[in-house]
């Protein structure tokens, strides 16, 4: 009954850890990529409320990235602090068995191998697709943030555009190129316009919509006949058509697992599902599969720290190198399981053989150990 409570008392203290560096790795990671985030303001025009909604989306597919580094840490934290403390030592005199310790690490490796599973392979996914969603349904809130003076700017499909001042929501020199015809009615036959010049020397702006004065229209002709040229005082130009040229299609990442496996089996047909994509999607499935389940491997290889040996090689400098090079390895090679066969087969093999061959050398060394005393 003592030893179940102790138990479950290193599995909360671990668990705790765990969460506590998850989380600060992965908002310091989520506080770097925010600061990209904010061309969605001030190339984009997207709200602020659009932003804080986009970046907090995009935690949950940073998270997953962090899990196994930040169990390794726990892991390494955990032993290193109770060890020292002599804590383990009070177990074994109490007849306690490292082998039973190495269970309960391993049991959490499980545990958290689970949460990676699920972040990876259904939630992050999820959250991913819904953040592509909201910049493809938002509309542009305000067309001033993306005009930067003395500089072409094409954050909008079809648009290019320049101004010589700003001050404020007044512009100054202003140049528009529409070749998408997203400036509609500006000419007196649209069908037969190819593209269409704007050039006015004053200008307001308010939100999804644009003021011009003393300005020209240059409307150019699709047979290359004479231009069209028609001056205006003022001119109220609607906004709301304006599409970014931010990215509105889900990419692979954000696609759906069950999507994946169906898109892989050619039981369905997805929009990220295109032409050659099965070596893509077998690297993504792997990543979010078959990665997790090297988890438990770090939670065996650290369990090494509790062998009761001198030698350099079982320190914990050496055994958190390995670990590092471990999670390294498995980074690298994921990338290249759509490629290479015999690179899919390892990485997909490797963490039950390692879990085998350490589990067995634990359990035997410990056994030797015992015999000794």
């Known amino acids: 009954m003592l030893q179940n409570k102790i138990y479950l008392n290193y599995l909360s203290e671990i668990f705790k850890t765990f969460i506590t560096i998850l989380l600060g790795l992965s908002l310091i ?5 925010a600061v990209n985030f904010l061309d969605l303001i001030v190339e984009s025009g997207y709200s602020v409320t659009t932003y804080f909604h986009y970046s907090l989306l995009n935690l949950f597919g940073i998270t997953p990235k962090f899990i196994p580094f930040s169990f390794l840490l726990c892991l390494m934290i955990f ?4 060890g020292q403390d002599s804590e383990f030592t009070i177990l074994w005199t109490s007849g306690v068995e490292k082998i039973q310790l190495v269970n ?4 959490n490796g499980i545990i958290i191998m689970i949460l990676y599973i699920l972040l990876s392979g259904f939630i992050s996914p999820f959250a991913l697709n819904k953040s592509r969603q909201l ?3 938002d509309q542009l809130n305000s067309f001033l943030p993306t005009i930067k003076t003395q500089q072409f700017s094409d954050s909008f499909k079809g648009l290019t555009f320049i101004v010589d001042k700003k001050s404020g929501n007044e512009i100054n020199n202003i140049f528009l190129h529409d070749k998408s015809n997203n400036l ?3 000419s007196s036959n649209i069908s037969d316009t190819s593209s269409t010049t704007i050039i006015a020397r004053n200008g307001i702006v308010e939100k999804q919509n644009l003021f011009l004065m003393n300005g020209e229209i240059i409307s150019s002709k699709k047979d290359n006949s004479k231009n069209e040229i028609i001056k205006f005082d003022q001119l109220k130009i609607d906004l709301t058509n304006l599409t970014t040229t931010t990215i509105k299609k889900p990419k692979l990442q954000e696609t759906s697992t069950l999507k994946l496996f169906s898109c892989f089996l050619k039981k369905e047909e997805i929009d990220s599902c295109e032409k050659n994509l099965k070596k893509e999607i077998i690297t993504t499935l792997n990543r979010r599969l078959v990665l997790p389940l090297y988890i438990p491997v770090i939670a065996l290889i650290c369990s090494l720290l509790l062998i009761k040996n001198k030698k350099k090689y079982w320190n914990k400098i050496s055994i958190f190198s390995i670990c590092f090079i471990l999670l390294l390895f498995t980074e690298l090679s994921v990338r290249y ?9 390892l990485f997909i093999t490797l963490p039950g053989i390692l879990i085998i061959t350490f589990y067995l050398f634990l359990k035997l060394r410990f056994s030797n150990e015992l015999k000794k005393i």
Not at 79 to 82: A, C, G, L, Q, V
Not at 337 to 345: A, F, L, M, V
């Open 29 to 33: 990671a989520l506080t770097v990529r």
């Open 79 to 82: 032993i290193i602090k109770h």
């Open 104 to 107: 309960l690490f391993f049991l």
């Open 135 to 137: 910049l493809s349904e």
């Open 184 to 186: 509609k009615n500006l």
């Open 337 to 345: 399981t759509g490629i290479n066969n015999y690179i899919k087969i």
